[in-house]
Each structure stands twice: as structure tokens, then as C-alpha cells.
């Protein structure tokens, strides 16, 4: 991790099954798996990488999103886990990973998002999908696509709707491999749902939330007998980086452990509360500006890797940044919007 450092990588370990008392094992720096790339990766000086309507499109799908307020059946023989490396695109924008598809396995990058459920890829014949320069994603040579049953769906996110027909297939990523994995193939799209160099989006939220079928992970946890019963995502920061890339290394995904170098101290497992297993919620009671805590009341905090921005109920946003000397409310298109020039 060249221009990343540790002090600045932020974990959050996903705690997703009844904890066991297995010790952490020690995480293999990459998990090297049989896969073709689907491209190869450009990399370019990031000078204004960020996607305005991506950026829109979340603000206004944060407004809406929030408001609402397993076991193994047949377990693999050995514990298992994995990691899978992330990239930092925009430094700092959104967080990706590569995850590979079909027989012979195919690599796409996919955003690695927790605030979401369902996985899709962007189809090769999606005329909207493609004018970014996306790679898009075809199960052409493929034996293992299967269209039985297919069905068309839709999905509202962020910027945009996504519409697409499910199918099934093998879905790898961090060294599991999900055979007759749902997911969808988009034929229609709205440029503002995903961030431009990305082919798809990997939901990691939980199965009330997903229109697709049962969430990737929730079929590793079922099939795997996973070392320990959580997955992990460091995500690194390029602020102190003079001159970053589009993309960076930055950060890694596991899955069955915690990989002990990217912490120290304890682990804070929260419980996330009955009934709801949707999103992954904390509460959140208090948020500590400049040393002196502002009590929020009681209030569910989703932590999300999909998103640039940290999201609240606007009363509470606003007496977040009351505490802030010279802070500017965003206006126009920004609307919403705090800014903070140091
Ligand atoms: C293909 O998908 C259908 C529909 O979901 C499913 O019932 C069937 O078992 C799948 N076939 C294989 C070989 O996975
Ligand atoms: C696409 O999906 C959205 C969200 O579900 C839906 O509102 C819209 O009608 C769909 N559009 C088409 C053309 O199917
Ligand atoms: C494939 O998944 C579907 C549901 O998505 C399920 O109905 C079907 O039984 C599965 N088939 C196999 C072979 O596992």
C-alpha cells in the first residue's frame, strides 16, 4: 500500500453470525484466484475524478434511504477465510473491488457496498451503460449462465434507477466461490447510480433489503464454515497524497477474519437491534465535536461503504455544524450540502 498509511486506514469488522471463540487467524496479504481480467485497468492523474452526478444522486438518495427506520447447512470440511484487495478511486470517492463471474472465471470491478443488498454487472448490450467507457459485463463463452427463470426486475439507487433480468451463475471473490449465485444484468441505466469505472455493484447489506435473491455473502456464510462469523473492510485514505491516482490500492475486504495488522486495541461489537437486520445499523447516541460531546438523541446510524458522505436527519446536521466556526451551507445544486474549508 504505496501511499497509504495505516494510521489512517479506518476498520469496520461486520459482525454477521453468532460470535465463536476461534482465535484470529493471520490474513494472507492477497488470495490469489484463477481468474482472467475482463480489462486491464488505466490508471490516470486524478484531476477532477468526481462524478457530479453520482454525488447528486447520493444526497438525494440519502434523504430518502434512511428514513425507515444462519446457520451452515452443509459446512466445508476447514475454517475458512479470505481476503480480496480494494481500491481507492478519486482518492477517497468510493471504495471497489474485483470480483469474478462465469466458468472460466471472469474479473469485473464491482463497488463494494454495505448499504445495499443485491449484486448486478452492467450487460454488454445497455446502451447507456457503456458511454463512460465502462467495461461491461457479457456471459458470452460462459457454462455456467443460467437464464432459467429468469425475470426483469428494477432498482431505484443513489442517481438513478437500474433495470435488468436476473440470472444465476458463479460469483467468486476472496478465495469463495458461490455456484447458481442470483444477480442481475442491467439493459437499462441512469449514469448517476454508479460511480464511472466500476461494472457493477456488490449489495453487502442484508436479505429483507435485496430484490435479487439472497445476498452474495449470506450464501458464502451458508456454504463456508467461516473462521470467524464476520467480514471486514479496511478502507484507506489518500488525503496526505500529493499527487493521486485515479485509482489507488487502497484497503482490503475480508471475509471470515480481521486482519490484525490493520488495528489496535479491541474490537467494539454492536449489536444491531431486533428486527433490524437490513442495513448495517448502530446506534448512535452522541457525536464528539472539537473535544465536547453533542447528544443526538436516539438515532440508527448505517455504516456504509457506497457512499462519499456521512448522512443525518437535518436537525441534527444542522446542530452538528451550529458547533462548527465557518461552515457554509451549500446552495443550488449543493442545497443540503455543509462545506468546511480548512
Ligand atoms: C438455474 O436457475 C434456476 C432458476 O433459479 C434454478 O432453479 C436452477 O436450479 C439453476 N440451475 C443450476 C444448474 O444451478
Ligand atoms: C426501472 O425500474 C424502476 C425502479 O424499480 C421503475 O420505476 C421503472 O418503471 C423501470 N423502468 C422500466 C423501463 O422498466
Ligand atoms: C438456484 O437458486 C434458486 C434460487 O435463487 C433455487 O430455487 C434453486 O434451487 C437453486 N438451484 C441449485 C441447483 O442450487
Given at each position: 500500500m504505496p501511499s497509504a498509511s495505516y494510521a489512517s486506514i479506518f476498520v469496520a469488522a461486520?459482525?454477521?453470525?453468532?460470535?465463536?471463540?476461534?482465535?484470529?487467524?493471520?490474513?494472507?496479504?492477497s488470495q490469489s484466484q484463477p481468474v482472467t481480467r475482463g480489462t486491464l485497468k488505466r490508471l490516470k492523474r486524478a484531476t477532477s475524478?468526481?462524478?457530479?452526478?453520482?454525488?447528486?444522486?447520493?444526497?438525494?438518495?440519502?434523504?430518502?434511504?434512511y428514513h425507515?427506520?444462519?446457520?451452515?447447512?452443509?459446512?466445508?470440511?476447514?475454517?475458512?477465510?479470505g481476503s480480496s484487495q480494494l481500491f481507492n478511486y478519486g482518492a477517497d470517492y468510493a471504495y471497489y473491488t474485483s470480483i469474478s463471474i462465469g466458468t472460466p472465471p471472469v474479473a469485473y470491478d464491482v463497488l463494494l457496498d454495505t448499504g445495499s443488498s443485491d449484486l448486478w454487472f452492467v450487460g454488454e448490450d445497455c446502451p447507456t451503460c457503456a458511454t463512460s467507457g465502462r467495461p461491461t459485463y457479457s456471459?458470452?463463452?460462459s457454462s455456467t449462465f443460467n437464464t432459467t427463470g429468469s425475470a426483469p426486475f428494477g432498482i431505484s439507487y443513489l442517481g438513478g434507477d437500474v433495470n435488468g433480468t436476473t440470472a444465476h451463475e458463479t460469483v467468486s471473490m476472496a478465495g469463495m466461490s458461490i455456484d447458481n449465485q442470483s444477480y442481475g444484468v442491467i439493459h437499462i441505466f441512469q449514469e448517476g447510480s454508479l460511480p464511472k469505472i466500476v461494472s457493477g455493484l456488490l449489495g453487502m447489506a442484508w436479505r429483507p433489503l435485496a430484490k435479487l435473491g439472497v445476498p452474495w455473502w449470506m450464501n458464502a456464510a451458508s456454504k463456508y464454515q467461516w473462521?470467524?462469523?464476520?467480514?471486514?473492510?479496511?478502507?484507506?485514505?489518500?488525503?496526505?497524497?500529493p499527487a493521486p491516482l485515479a485509482s489507488e490500492p487502497g484497503g482490503s475486504f475480508t471475509v471470515g477474519a480481521v486482519d490484525p495488522s490493520l488495528f489496535t486495541g479491541e474490537i467494539d461489537y454492536i449489536d444491531i437491534p431486533d428486527g433490524y437486520n437490513t442495513w448495517w445499523l448502530a446506534p448512535l447516541t452522541g457525536i464528539t465535536i472539537g473535544g465536547s460531546?453533542?447528544?443526538?438523541?436516539?438515532?440508527?446510524?448505517?455504516?456504509?461503504?457506497?457512499?462519499?458522505?456521512?448522512?443525518?436527519?437535518?436537525?441534527?446536521?444542522?446542530?452538528?455544524?451550529?458547533q462548527i466556526p465557518g461552515v457554509q451551507r451549500g446552495t443550488g445544486d449543493s442545497a443540503g450540502y455543509y462545506f468546511y474549508r480548512k
Open positions: 461486520l459482525l454477521c453470525l453468532p460470535p465463536t471463540s476461534t482465535a484470529a487467524p493471520s490474513i494472507p496479504s475524478a468526481v462524478d457530479e452526478p453520482w454525488l447528486r444522486g447520493h444526497r438525494d438518495y440519502l434523504k430518502n434511504k425507515a427506520g444462519s446457520d451452515s447447512t452443509s459446512p466445508a470440511k476447514r475454517q475458512t477465510y456471459s458470452t463463452g473462521a470467524e462469523p464476520l467480514f471486514a473492510v479496511a478502507l484507506s485514505r489518500e488525503v496526505t497524497n460531546v453533542l447528544q443526538i438523541g436516539s438515532q440508527l446510524a448505517a455504516i456504509d461503504t457506497g457512499t462519499t458522505l456521512i448522512g443525518g436527519p437535518p436537525t441534527v446536521v444542522e446542530a452538528i455544524y451550529a
